[in-house]
């Protein structure tokens, strides 16, 4: 299983580099909005905020987690204070049970090797229907 150690080798620049499509995000906010109306968003995986930030400029109380410090550091000023560094697979995600009305991941729950706490995290943090 990953340690921060190991989190920080992998999720550097080097693995980033290229990956920021601010137009796509903006689509999938959107998108997002329409189908499920939400209130309050949580990106797992967030990377650089970029779904995040599109979802807040749209009225959307969203929010991220990462575990790489590099993909944090270069998100937008303005929403840093919405993303926060957690290791998927082992840390308690930094929210009260029941916050979320839509929990989303893109391109990351293949990196989880703690299913079984993962899920654990997921469930508690979104709200029931």
């Known amino acids: 299983m990953y340690d921060n150690e190991d989190l920080q080798r ?5 693995y980033f580099q290229g990956r920021s499509r601010p137009k796509m995000w903006v689509q999938r906010a959107e998108f997002i909005i329409k189908k499920f109306k939400p209130k309050t968003v949580l990106d797992v ?7 995040v930030k599109a979802l807040v400029d749209r009225g959307i109380d969203a929010y991220g987690i990462d575990g790489s410090d590099f993909a944090i550091s270069k998100s937008d000023p303005q929403i840093r204070n919405r993303l926060f560094k957690v290791n998927l697979n082992s840390d308690k995600f930094p929210f009260e049970d029941s916050m979320f009305d839509v929990v989303g ?9 703690n299913i079984d706490y993962f899920s654990a995290e997921l469930r508690r943090t979104l709200k029931d229907s």
């Open 45 to 51: 995986g967030c990377a650089y905020g970029e779904l």
């Open 105 to 113: 991941s893109f391109y990351s729950v293949e990196h989880i090797h």
């Open 10 to 14: 992998l999720y550097d620049e080097q």
